[in-house]
């Protein structure tokens, strides 16, 4: 390759970069330590044999993804507004209160995992570093400017390519890996179906919804710009961005997820490790299996990884509070200004990391945080595709008819997981 061919291949992936914002974030948090030993499990149980469901789920998680951006950027107002002005009181109370509860349960689960990561690596007291962490992660969300503080979370996000980098060390059957991708294992018991839940509650997560509609609410205000109802004829290259900004976040969400089963099954599963129960236990496991490099990656990544999800789970709980009681809240806005939004954003991570401290249970807080999660995502997901098609909130912009399509599709399979999770207990 000549130096003008390297120069305008560094610009082009520099261009890529500089376009991609809450979608990559949103999706690289999809992978947090919750999700990390929900995966772990799934390949050290069934080994390559559920991997095509993450191929069946990408779609649905862009277009539902897709959808809550649109909300954000077009009427400039997170998704809980936009409940508050066009919808039943009960409603936005409703969903509210739930995802509340979801996120601490997630938050303790997260903030856990990461201490007890830490521990495995040098040793110390979890507990400790579990609070420590939640600390860590309110500073920074409470006193970094937004400008700084979204490129972290970007910068972040290369976390999880530590567990592209166990795949490499774990030695992947790749013929059987890829096999796995086009051809659907179809077990018809319990079992099975109880995994294809737990995959779909981990790759679309209501607080996913909540943050990247606030964030792009927060990018307009950043660059001083109008919500699209408000200027619509520039609505084409910004729907554009938004939809590119999706697709890579969550493709680059399954691939790491697709890692993390890979590595699993190579190695917990062919040696027959099959009970998986924490992120942390995984990594642990993978240890006199695939060699301390792989340990290490693994454990590191659950921190890389906790230090991304941690502050997403806290900020969407306090972009949904703020916006149904009409409080100013804003990521780019001083503490001063902006009280009540922050002190949501730390009382929420402080109980989470509490939970940690009154004997969590790290499979029972997955397992509730599951299932409100499953009360949550299909409702919501139904009104969001009612928002995005009512002319009231939208404008000129309701979305076109293949997202409709594809978003009630994506409303439809989480609703019948969500069915099929509460039958299958």
């Not at 129960?277 to 454990?299: D, H, K, N």
């Amino acid at each position: 390759m000549d130096k003008t061919s390297r120069v305008q291949t560094g610009s082009l992936i520099q261009h890529l970069w500089r376009g991609l914002g809450p979608g990559l974030v949103t999706g690289a948090a999809d992978d947090d330590p919750s999700g990390i030993a929900t995966h772990s499990q799934i390949g050290a149980q069934f080994g390559f044999g559920l991997s095509w469901t993450f191929v069946l789920s990408f779609p649905l998680m862009v277009v539902i993804q897709e959808v809550a951006a649109q909300i954000g950027c077009v009427t400039g107002r997170g998704i809980a507004h936009n409940l508050r002005r066009h919808y039943s009181p009960w409603l936005l109370r409703s969903v509210v209160a739930l995802l509340l509860v979801a996120n601490i349960v997630n938050l303790g689960a997260d903030l856990g995992a990461m201490g007890a990561a830490l521990q495995l690596l040098i040793g110390g007291p979890e507990q400790l570093y579990t609070l420590l962490f939640g600390v860590v992660c309110i500073v920074l969300e409470v006193w970094l400017s937004y400008p700084r503080y979204a490129a972290i979370l970007k910068w972040t996000t290369l976390s999880l390519f530590s567990y592209v980098a166990v795949v490499f060390v774990a030695e992947v059957p790749w013929a059987e890996a890829l096999r796995s991708l086009i051809i659907p294992t179809i077990d018809l018991n319990g079992t099975s179906a109880m995994a294809m839940v737990a995959i779909l509650g981990t790759t679309i997560s209501p607080y996913l919804f909540f943050w990247q509609a606030g964030q792009e609410v927060e990018e307009q205000h950043r660059h001083h710009a109008k919500p699209l109802c408000v200027s619509p004829k520039t609505a084409g290259p910004e729907l554009a961005r938004i939809r590119l900004d999706t697709i890579v976040g969550m493709a680059f969400s399954s691939l790491v997820s697709l890692a993390i089963v890979f590595a699993t099954a190579a190695t917990l599963h062919a040696h027959g490790v099959v009970d998986i129960a924490t992120s942390a236990q995984a990594a642990e496991a993978l240890r006199p299996i695939a060699g301390e490099f792989a340990f290490a990656l693994f454990a590191l990544g659950i921190v890389g990884t906790g230090l991304l999800a941690v502050p997403i789970l806290a900020g969407s709980a306090a972009y949904a509070v703020s916006e149904m009681f009409g409080w100013a809240g804003s990521l780019d806005a001083r503490p001063n200004d902006a009280r009540a939004f922050y002190a949501t954003i730390s009382v929420a991570t402080l109980l989470g990391a509490a939970l940690n401290f009154v004997g969590l249970d790290p499979v029972r807080a997955l397992y509730w945080a599951a299932v409100v999660n499953g009360l949550l995502a299909a409702p919501l997901m139904a009104v969001m595709m009612l928002i995005v098609r009512n002319p009231r909130v939208m404008g000129r912009l309701t979305v076109s008819q293949s997202i409709v399509i594809w978003g009630w599709a994506a409303t439809a399979v989480m609703a019948a997981a969500s069915l099929a999770f509460f039958i299958l207990q």
